[in-house]
């Protein structure tokens, strides 16, 4: 059975990086995409798609809100994908949500297989 486990969250400043890891494990197959969401606190905030990661040849695609302060990579050797986040904003505090799916496509559009529990980044103004 597939689990994903998030780290890496925590209270920064505005300005400072954050490095988020998600572990997967229990995936048998090639074919598949790891991919970063985000949901902001708040009524009416909806789970937004950040990046996500092609595992058979590691093509990234960012969302464009992120585009130059946030990468997407992985660790071949351990089934590790990491978002490298620098010059974070206020207004990226959220909990950060690790999920897998077979297509890149469905993670674009806000969905996905499967879900790790979220790790919570707060940056403060």
């Known amino acids: 059975q597939e689990k994903l486990v998030e780290s890496g969250g925590g209270l920064v400043q505005a300005g400072a990086s954050l490095r988020l890891s998600c572990a997967v494990s229990g995936r048998t197959s090639t074919s598949w995409a790891v991919g970063w969401f985000r949901q902001a606190p708040g009524p009416g905030k909806e789970r937004e798609f950040v990046?996500?990661?092609?595992?058979?040849?590691?093509?990234?695609v960012h969302a464009n809100s992120v585009k130059g302060r946030f990468t997407i990579s992985r660790d071949n050797t351990s089934d590790t994908v990491y978002l490298q986040m620098i010059n974070l904003r206020p207004e990226d505090t959220a909990v950060y949500y690790c999920?897998?799916?077979?297509?890149?496509?469905?993670?674009?559009?806000?969905?996905?297989?499967?879900w790790g529990q979220g790790t919570q980044v707060t940056v403060s103004s």
């Open positions: 990046a996500a990661i092609r595992i058979r040849d590691s093509m990234p």
């Open positions: 999920a897998t799916d077979p297509l890149i496509s469905t993670m674009m559009r806000g969905g996905a297989r499967n």
